[in-house]
């Protein structure tokens, strides 16, 4: 009986071991975000407001390319897209621009844009001073709405980046139960 | 040195089915899970048949896009976690605990419940196929959102994973339970045979992995049914972030499915070549390193999401790595070969197509492995290619070489050698007129997973579908093979081989239920 005890003290411990790594896949997830958000890498941009302060002085010289996308769900309720598909800025000056958004039913959508930037590099260098995506949405019917947008990108942004692609996309809130 | 206990009270054990359900016995647990495999084994094929059928011609001929996907999506999860993975389990049972000279599994109820889960979980998972929405099509790799669009069947897929999760799970926390703790007095575990070997290190992989995915499919049903947003960017969560938790299971999870093949094939090799096996200690290092290595290539599935420079280079890398320990295994089958008296039996056959077959997977590996060229490969045939390489002249003819190698231990009769050297040839012509063309028409730019496919391809894929109705027939050789055994043949001797070596050998063929209940003496 010794030999009995002695296996169940060992599948104890790889229960053990099992257990662990079930837990060990959900704290994967927080750990990806932080890797991310240190690293920049995904294109995730900080969703936090910026002081305007910081960005009246050092504008650079340099010339920037910086392009706006958008991403809607395919099922054309929402049109949505960016005024100004492209505009040229200098590095460290704070412009503004806008998205708009068309309800095209006859219901009202609630919903959030969630914005992406390439190169990955560049999403650390992107400080939004103010953002729609900061914030849910709500589109009555019919309703046209202008979102604005102010930023501003890092004069620090490394020289060989010449375009930064700014992505929004909007996704709806579904409740969970209607969705099935 | 036999020392096997005969005829006592405890051969006595319920007959018909309840010996089946209730019992204890690795022997029987090992049939059983053998058995199960087979059946699978058929199911599967008839799948990939349906998908080879589709694909015979250019256009859309017998079924629908939805149920072409289905196909491919089930018949991945058949083979793998109702094929390779319970038939590798199976011989695990069956042989390990003769090998390592211990009485029985060290926890025997508990293997008994792991072997039961198994049907449950695949009725679940086949039972899908006549559902409303069909049976799961997203892949077999479940990646979000796609895969949350399945319809009633979803729950039912995670589930059947969960459960072939828990009972991998079980099983191995027993093996290593059984290798640790059973081995007769003198066993070192430098001692042990390499399918021990070999094993050990799978449970291992499989007892770190396997809750991963479980953990992976169950925010899958929470993100479906209970509004959290863990791969959903409207909430704030990454579907990317899947990906890395699926293959953070997944690629070790192919190991899994390779490791105990290399057991396999180092016990036959020796026994053919009548040689010992070359550099044992590099063998066990070798698979000690493949299995660490294979926790930290994962990304390698997924050079295409945008992952930034330095990690496809580091996953680059670390990929090719691999190549070294199995390359170093490949050598040392080769070597024990060399200079060898070697005779060419039916698993011996299975063996040698194994190295030659398992190698070329090995090449369109690495081929995979950089960066810059898997934007070409991936999500194309040749990826097809590749792990088919690995897994049927790899996993599937590892496993049948086993069977051909230990069916006469196990029943007590000769196969007959004939019939099993024409089904080795016949497998081996179709498996490559299969999965040979595929690499050329991925190279060309076929996508897998498409019911249709571009004219230029129509040759090369008519081509392999005659290849894998020849494979699918040549099985049933197989199966003839195994009945015929079973129900007779001409007497095996306890040794079986002429150059076999270890414990099994010693006991007679069958041997008795209840075995090494004294421990042998280890020399």
Redesign the interface.
């Known amino acids: 009986m010794k ?1 009995k005890k ?3 003290k ?2 104890k411990k ?2 053990f ?3 662990s ?6 704290a ?2 927080p750990l ?2 932080v890797i991310c958000d240190v ?1 920049g ?3 995730n941009t900080s969703n936090l407001k910026e002081k305007v302060e910081a960005y009246k002085e050092n504008v650079s010289s340099e010339k920037l390319n910086i392009q706006f996308i958008s991403h809607q769900s395919n099922d054309n309720k929402l049109l949505f897209k960016p005024s100004e598909f492209e505009m040229i800025i200098s590095p460290g000056k704070v412009y503004s621009t806008m998205y708009v958004a068309t309800n095209k039913t006859n219901t009202t959508i609630v ?2 844009a ?1 914005p992406s930037v390439s190169p ?2 560049a999403s650390k260098y992107l400080k939004k001073i103010e953002c729609f995506c900061f914030e849910e949405q709500t589109f009555k019917p019919g309703e046209v709405v202008k979102l604005p947008l102010y930023f501003a990108i890092d004069e620090k942004l490394p020289n060989r980046i010449k375009t930064v692609t700014l992505s929004y ?1 909007f ?3 579904v409740n ?1 139960s209607k969705k ?1 | 040195m036999s020392s096997v206990v005969k005829d006592t009270h405890h051969d006595e054990h319920p007959s018909g089915i309840m010996r089946w359900i209730t019992t204890t016995n690795h022997k029987d647990i090992g049939t059983l899970y053998l058995w199960f495999a087979m059946i699978m084994f058929f199911i599967g094929g008839l799948m990939a048949l349906v998908i080879r059928s589709e694909l015979f011609q250019p256009g859309l001929q017998f079924v629908d896009p939805q149920f072409f996907n289905s196909m491919t999506t089930m018949h991945a999860l058949v083979m793998i976690f109702g094929v390779v993975m319970p038939a590798f389990t199976g011989l695990a049972n069956w042989m390990i605990p003769i090998m390592v000279g211990g009485p029985d599994m ?2 025997p109820r ?1 293997n008994n419940w792991s072997f039961w889960i198994m049907p449950f979980a695949f009725s679940m998972l086949l039972s899908t196929l006549w559902m409303d929405g069909g049976a799961p099509a997203g892949g077999w790799t479940l990646y979000p959102p796609l895969s949350l669009q399945t319809g009633d069947a979803f729950p039912f897929l995670i589930f059947a994973i969960h459960f072939m999760g828990l009972s991998s ?1 079980m099983g ?3 093996i ?2 059984t290798i ?3 081995r007769a007095p003198g066993m070192t575990l430098m001692k042990m045979p390499l399918f021990v070997w070999t094993w050990l290190i799978t449970a291992f992989l499989l ?10 499919v169950t ?1 899958l049903l929470t993100d ?4 959290t947003s ?1 791969f959903n ?6 579907p ?2 899947f990906q ?2 699926f293959w ?1 299971f997944g690629h070790p999870e192919v190991y899994i499915l390779i490791l105990p093949s290399f057991g396999v094939v180092s016990a036959i090799i020796p026994t053919f070549a009548r040689k010992p096996l070359f550099g044992y200690a590099s063998m066990v290092y070798a698979t000690a390193s493949i299995a660490f290595l294979s926790f930290i290539v994962w990304a390698h599935h997924m050079f295409t999401v ?3 420079l330095a990690g496809e280079v580091f996953f680059m890398f670390a990929t090719m790595l691999i190549a070294v320990p199995t390359g170093v295994k490949v050598f040392n089958w080769v070597t024990t070969m060399w200079k060898g008296a070697m005779t060419f039996e039916t698993p011996m056959l299975f063996a040698i197509g194994f190295i030659v077959m398992f190698t070329i997977g090995g090449f369109s590996g690495l081929m995979l492995a950089i960066t810059p060229a898997d934007f070409q490969y991936h999500d194309t045939y040749f990826v097809v290619a590749h792990f088919h390489y690995v897994l049927v002249p790899g996993s599937i003819f590892a496993i049948m070489a086993a069977c051909y190698f230990w069916l006469p231990k196990w029943t007590g009769n000769m196969y007959p050698e004939t019939l099993g050297k024409v089904h080795f040839w016949l497998s081996t012509f179709f498996v490559n007129l299969t999965f040979f063309p595929m690499h050329f028409v991925g190279l060309a730019g076929m996508p897998r997973r498409i019911p249709d496919y571009s004219l230029q391809f129509a040759d090369y894929n008519m081509i392999a579908s005659i290849g894998a109705f020849g494979f699918g027939f040549a099985q049933i050789i197989f199966l003839y093979i195994i009945i015929k055994t079973i129900k007779g043949g001409s007497k095996a001797t306890d040794q079986v081989w002429e150059g076999a070596e270890g414990l099994e050998w010693t006991l007679p063929s069958p041997p008795p239920y209840h075995s090494f209940s004294t421990p042998p003496v280890i020399k």
Not at chain 1, 21 to 26: D, G, V, W
Not at chain 2, 233 to 238: E, Q
């Open positions: 030999e002695l296996n169940i060992t599948a790889l229960i071991i099992c257990f790594m079930f837990l060990f896949s959900f994967l997830i990806y975000n690293t890498l995904n294109g919903g959030q969630v990955n590099e996309s996704f709806e809130f969970v099935n | 060290a926890l508990m799970i191995a926390i027993n290593v339970a640790l703790n059973m007892i770190a992995v396997m809750p991963v995915l479980a953990g992976g925010m479906k049914y209970f509004g863990f960017a409207a909430g704030g969560g990454d990317v972030m890395h938790i953070f945008g992952m930034p």
